[in-house]
């Protein structure tokens, strides 16, 4: 016999779609999608028709000469330069450069600068037999970004991973040239500016099992690039793990290995640029849906990230193509594009136009677009907004996906392989991050692919490009930004319908996954505090769900208001209420079920002496933007040990403190900012909240 509660959760859920249908039947238009599709089928098959992989392949292609080094390098300004260019030349558009310094030590929000960075040539040789290693001409990945100049000759001697006090002991490097394996700028740090080494050649670390099958891929390692290291810092190549292991045998056979390093390099004072460019709207101009890739990079770096700035290029070229054809006008809001340097050239553009976030309604961020999924091993996957800012837009992309999976389509020029995605909770790691933090106030999606074998070396090549992947994103990304900037009424009723149903299945899961707490607790003889104390932050962690998901229905009003839609979407919200309260009952039922299967004693709890301390704290940030790791690292000095081995132990641990700093509104308590992270990435330690934030009051950070 099916429980009480289920029956009631599927009557709630037949009933509040009915509703919602005949709300949604009292609309009609003539240019009506089909039911179970929200984009209008005439625009998605004019983008299918239109928009060419080819041509933002070609794109990559003239894109991957540039070695395209953040900071104002001379690859990355001409290739500024031909987008530019290209943007200009549609004529449509808009189009501005956005110009910053970039010394290496000015800061804009809490992101130091990169420094210019030129460089003409580079070799290393191997003096025992006279032969040369590796050329930057020849693959630029093989040199470490913001070397400086050099040309020296000196011993060589092997140091291990090369990045703590352990792997010197017994070695004196000073004067010499160290060979390691550990990340480079660590190495660097180590054997250069703390032992007065030369300079460091890198091999591939040896517990990264996927490159094991590629011998010969060389990783891309940069220096760290701050204004008052610019006179210590040396050099650093990085080599094969065929080439590295080579010069280690001749150590291993107790011969003496000398090298010679020559880098004509400089760092110098520079300034970088953000190219915008704008299709202005014909009604609402001053509202905007925002399109960003990172220009930056090495050379090719076809998919990190050509593929993300060579398809907005075409985007662009679509919608023109589209509107000279007469096949769409002009959208009512304006599309605006962004291509920066990677959040800390962001940085730059975000400290002038502080009013993005009042013209933004959602962003869509493309970042490695364009993967062969076979060949690089990667998935698709949409990175949503987070709990601090949500959005609707999640929503309206993955739908897009699941229609394009749906469709078989490819790429005459591409592969047929059948779309791999994924949908992922937010984090991190592009310039999403930075437009979605709440005081810049752009809801924002990251589109890209994750697990990528071959991001960050010289093998992230044209061949790894699939036309079929970059063709798939770039109609997805595109329809949705017309459809965005177009959208009315009936548009908005049916994305809210979406957006509550998808909100459900997101509510059901939080309810799902603090039932596998309780079962878990249950299982291996919890103390009965320990599962009342999950028990009742789980009926919390349902709670905060829903206001996440009300939120992002309500964040529809962006788009329109209306009487209509207002009645619709208090019917949705009351939907979801009523739906929290029997995910509620369904945590209770299981609750006091597993006391009763376990002998354990059902117990009220009250708030522990830390929980009761961050009650009282009423956290206020006093900056905006989101913390560079950079900048805490700095901030913490010797303390950032601590954080780091927080990191090693919470693999959630830098998501959960950009969502404790987005979060302090100087409005939530601490306790209240505890229970939303722990919401949106699982329990932890309390007192790692506050040790956090007393950190960050004593740096003049926050106030509280």
């Given at each position: 016999m099916m429980p009480i509660w289920k029956n009631c959760q599927r009557s709630l859920i037949m009933t509040a779609m009915a509703a919602c249908m005949a709300v949604l039947n009292a609309w009609s238009s003539a240019k009506a999608s089909s039911p179970d599709f929200l984009i209008d089928q005439n625009l998605w098959r004019e983008v299918i028709n239109e928009y060419s992989a080819e041509k933002a392949a070609g794109h990559i292609r003239d894109l991957s000469r540039f070695h395209r080094i953040s900071g104002g390098s001379p690859g990355y300004l001409a290739a500024a330069?031909?987008?530019?260019?290209?943007?200009?030349?549609?004529?449509?558009?808009?189009?501005?450069?956005?110009?910053?310094?970039?010394?290496?030590?000015?800061?804009?929000?809490?992101?130091?600068?990169?420094?210019?960075?030129?460089?003409?040539?580079?070799?290393?040789?191997?003096?025992?037999?006279g032969e040369l290693i590796t050329r930057f001409s020849d693959i630029p990945v093989s040199v470490f970004v913001y070397s400086n100049a050099a040309d020296v000759t000196g011993e060589a001697v092997y140091a291990g991973s090369g990045v703590s006090d352990?792997?010197?002991?017994?070695?004196?490097?000073?004067?010499?040239?160290?060979?390691?394996?550990?990340?480079?700028?660590?190495?660097?740090?180590?054997?250069?500016?703390?032992?007065?080494?030369?300079?460091?050649?890198?091999?591939?670390?040896?517990?990264?099992?996927?490159?094991?099958y590629y011998p010969d891929l060389i990783p891309l390692h940069r220096l760290r690039s701050n204004k008052s290291l610019r006179e210590k810092t040396t050099f650093g190549f990085s080599l094969s793990r065929i080439q590295f292991q080579r010069l280690l045998r001749f150590l291993k056979q107790g011969e003496t290995l000398k090298l010679h390093a020559k880098v004509d390099a400089r760092l110098f004072d520079a300034e970088t640029q953000t190219v915008t460019a704008v299709l202005k709207g014909t009604q609402m101009p001053e509202r905007e849906i925002i399109f960003s890739a990172h220009l930056d990079h090495y050379s090719p770096g076809a998919n990190d990230n050509n593929s993300g700035?060579?398809?907005?290029?075409e985007t662009a070229r679509t919608m023109k193509a589209l509107i000279d054809r007469g096949v769409i006008s002009r959208p009512k809001r304006s599309i605006r594009f962004l291509w920066v340097g990677e959040m800390h050239g962001f940085a730059g553009y975000l400290a002038k136009d502080e009013m993005i976030g009042k013209r933004g309604i959602a962003g869509m961020n493309l970042d490695m677009v364009g993967e062969d999924l076979y060949k690089t091993r990667s998935v698709l996957t949409l990175v949503r907004t987070p709990f601090s800012n949500p959005s609707f837009i999640g929503d309206l992309v993955e739908s897009l996906i699941e229609r394009i999976d749906g469709l078989r389509l490819s790429s005459p020029s591409g592969s047929n392989q059948r779309l791999n995605y994924r949908v992922s909770d937010f984090k991190g790691g592009s310039d999403h991050f930075m437009l979605s933090d709440p005081t810049v106030g752009?809801?924002?999606?990251?589109?890209?692919?994750?697990?990528?074998?071959?991001?960050?070396?010289?093998?992230?090549?044209?061949?790894?490009?699939?036309?079929?992947?970059?063709?798939?994103?770039?109609?997805?990304?595109?329809?949705?930004?017309?459809?965005?900037?177009?959208?009315?009424?009936?548009?908005?009723?049916?994305?809210?319908?979406?957006?509550?149903?998808?909100?459900?299945?997101?509510?059901?899961?939080?309810?799902?996954?603090?039932?596998?707490?309780?079962?878990?607790?249950?299982?291996?003889?919890?103390?009965?505090?320990?599962?009342a104390r999950i028990f009742e932050e789980a009926k919390i962690f349902v709670d905060i769900q829903t206001r996440v998901e009300i939120d992002a229905l309500q964040s529809i009003e962006e788009i329109k208001t209306s009487p209509r839609l207002e009645k619709l979407t208090h019917i949705l919200k009351d939907t979801l209420l009523s739906l929290a309260g029997l995910e509620k009952k369904k945590i209770e039922y299981l609750y006091l079920d597993l006391c009763r299967a376990h002998d354990i004693i059902p117990e009220s709890i009250a708030l522990s002496a830390e929980e009761?301390?961050?009650?009282?704290?009423i956290p206020r940030r006093l900056f905006r933007g989101p913390i560079s790791q950079f900048y805490f690292e700095d901030l913490m000095g010797e303390g950032i040990e601590w954080y780091q081995d927080r990191g090693q132990r919470d693999r959630h641990w830098s998501n959960r403190r950009t969502e404790i700093v987005n979060f302090m509104d100087g409005q939530k308590t601490l306790l209240d900012i505890y229970y939303a992270v722990s919401a949106e990435y699982g329990r932890s330690d309390p007192s790692v909240y506050l040790k956090f934030i007393e950190d960050l009051e004593k740096h003049g950070l926050v106030a509280y």
């Open positions: 330069a031909y987008v530019t260019d290209y943007m200009r030349s549609l004529g449509i558009f808009d189009v501005e450069v956005e110009k910053h310094t970039a010394d290496g030590d000015k800061t804009y929000l809490k992101w130091r600068s990169m420094p210019g960075w030129e460089i003409n040539e580079a070799e290393l040789w191997l003096e025992n037999t352990a792997d010197y002991d017994g070695l004196d490097v000073k004067g010499k040239i160290v060979l390691a394996t550990g990340e480079g700028n660590a190495v660097h740090r180590e054997a250069v500016l703390e032992r007065g080494a030369l300079g460091v050649v890198a091999g591939p670390p040896p517990d990264n099992t996927d490159w094991l700035s060579a398809s907005l290029l752009v809801p924002t999606v990251n589109i890209g692919h994750d697990h990528d074998i071959f991001h960050h070396t010289h093998m992230d090549d044209l061949e790894m490009i699939d036309l079929t992947e970059l063709k798939r994103v770039g109609i997805m990304a595109t329809a949705a930004a017309l459809h965005l900037a177009d959208a009315g009424e009936e548009s908005a009723a049916r994305l809210a319908t979406r957006v509550a149903a998808q909100s459900m299945k997101r509510i059901a899961d939080q309810t799902r996954k603090n039932m596998n707490d309780l079962f878990t607790a249950a299982a291996s003889g919890a103390h009965q505090t320990h599962m009761k301390r961050m009650r009282t704290i």
